[in-house]
């Protein structure tokens, strides 16, 4: 499975992107699909991941009520919509995937290419 991240960009406090990451090699229907970023001097986290069974979705705490991850089985797309945006959600943002129903995708197996989310004050 390839994976292509797109959307990032510069965007001033409170303002939106959407983010999105299609998936190449192989159908994806039956795989979480999530989100990781990684901030200048710290380590990647977790962002939100949905499950391909029943389209359960998770989302570290520091986003809950701003992010909104959603799919597209038919497209092989996974996008993030980020609105509130704030400075310290300032990274590189990552999409992966792995053939599991855990949906905080513990150890991923697929990696997309980051894409750069820039917030400023």
């Known amino acids: 499975v390839q994976l292509q991240a797109s959307g990032g960009g510069e965007v001033q406090a409170g303002g939106s992107l959407r983010l999105s990451c299609t998936a190449s090699?192989?159908?994806?229907?039956?795989?979480?699909l999530g989100w990781f970023r990684q901030a200048p001097g710290k380590e990647r986290e977790f962002v939100a991941g949905?499950?391909?069974?029943?389209?359960?979705?998770y989302y570290v705490d520091s986003v809950k009520g701003r992010f909104t991850i959603s799919r597209d089985n038919a497209k092989n797309m996974v996008y993030l919509q980020m609105n509130s945006l704030k400075p310290e959600d300032t990274a590189v943002y990552y999409c992966?995937?792995?053939?599991?129903?855990?949906?905080?995708?513990?150890?991923?197996?697929?990696w997309g290419q980051g894409t750069q989310v820039t917030v400023s004050s």
């Open positions: 090699g192989q159908t994806v229907n039956r795989y979480t």
């Open positions: 949905i499950s391909w069974v029943g389209g359960s979705t």
């Open positions: 992966a995937a792995d053939q599991t129903i855990a949906v905080r995708l513990p150890r991923p197996n697929y």
